[in-house]
């Protein structure tokens, strides 16, 4: 079992974000799927050194990073099941509570996977060719997931101006959030395309899918994904994230819009235009450019006509799913 129990998030505290509410999940563990993914984790340092950006900035030595541990829900009860349904956390909050006993990253896969059946998959039927829509992929949905989070601990995070001390948040200020959440994923297309073409060159013995099918599978999926994010207005961090990176892609053609309003990916563009991509975030985050910042997202950070379009056309497709837990009358 794997049991979260206590006063963690203050989202509801809508005074002065202060005060915690309690939240339960109970949980099975998924150690299968957890030693999986501990392979991702395995090779982060690899990653990093060799992310596309300037070699001065690269982290010769990442320090420990909370364990991963992948699981499927049981229950979830109090703030844990109230609003959105939670998908993955990283707790305790508290800093004090984190220096002391350090904290754990918990996946929810079952959630994961109904929320991509209740929203993902009609998604894809609106906005990809019916050709395309064999290579929607829960398990590189919930790979490129898991890589996100990995890979905000990826890039730079100490970085010094003018013999400054400082961080990319405290330089690119509001522009932060929305710039970070897009190098996670980007990170994290970059990283997973890196240990493929290893695992396809023999160099690396990997429990993830590779080779040319998988490599469709994953940016497929992502397109389709990007959708869901972008349902959320962008007022929303991820969701502006996510209309620059797809504008990118669009400008790069390694996205293409249809006549029928579907979209399409075409791989090989679609590799070149990550690592391009992936250097410029990057590189906004080692030089803590504010105005670079502000201009790249002012560019590109909007919904074009053919993506709204495409959005008007998810209106009847779900945002979330609402489980109802069964209680089990177990015998004595
Ligand atoms: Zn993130």
């Known amino acids: 079992m794997d049991v979260t129990f206590g006063p963690y998030e203050t989202y509801n505290d809508e005074i002065f974000g202060y005060k915690a509410a309690f939240e339960a999940y109970i949980n099975v563990r998924d150690d299968k799927e957890t030693a999986r993914l501990a392979f991702l984790g395995n090779h982060l340092q690899d990653i990093e050194s060799n992310l596309p950006e300037d070699p001065q900035v690269r982290n010769s030595k990442l320090g420990a990073l909370a364990p991963i541990r992948v699981v499927n829900e049981v229950f979830a009860a109090g703030d844990g099941a109230h609003a959105v349904q939670t998908a993955a956390y990283n707790l305790p909050n508290d800093d004090k509570v984190v220096q002391q006993k350090g904290s754990k990253r918990v ?25 395309a829509q064999k290579d929607l992929s829960f398990d590189l949905f919930f790979t490129h997931i898991v890589a996100h989070e990995l890979c905000h601990g990826l890039g730079p995070h100490q970085i010094k101006i003018n013999g400054r001390d400082t961080n990319p ?19 994290g297309l970059f990283a997973l395309q890196f240990l493929m073409t290893q695992a396809d060159n023999g160099r690396l013995d990997a429990p993830i899918a590779h080779g040319p099918e998988a490599e469709r599978q994953l940016y497929t999926t992502y397109l389709a994904s990007s959708f869901r994010t972008m349902r959320f207005g962008l007022q929303d961090a991820h969701a502006r994230g996510q209309a620059m990176q797809f504008n990118y892609f669009l400008d790069k053609g390694a996205f293409t819009s249809n006549s029928d309003g579907t979209f399409s990916v075409e791989v090989a563009k679609m590799k070149d235009a990550v690592r391009e991509l992936d250097h410029e975030l990057l590189t906004l985050e080692a030089t803590g450019d504010y105005a670079g910042a502000k201009k790249w997202m002012d560019q590109l950070g909007s919904v074009r006509p053919e993506v709204q379009h495409a959005l008007a056309r998810l209106k009847s497709v779900p945002t979330d799913i609402a489980p109802v837990y069964a209680i089990l009358n177990v015998p004595r």
């Open 107 to 131: 996946m929810l896969k079952n959630v994961q996977e109904a929320k991509f059946k209740a929203t993902l998959v009609p998604i894809s039927k609106i906005v990809l060719t019916a050709s």
């Open 169 to 187: 948040r405290m330089e690119l200020k509001e522009q932060y959030s929305a710039l970070e959440e897009a190098k996670a994923d980007v990170t």
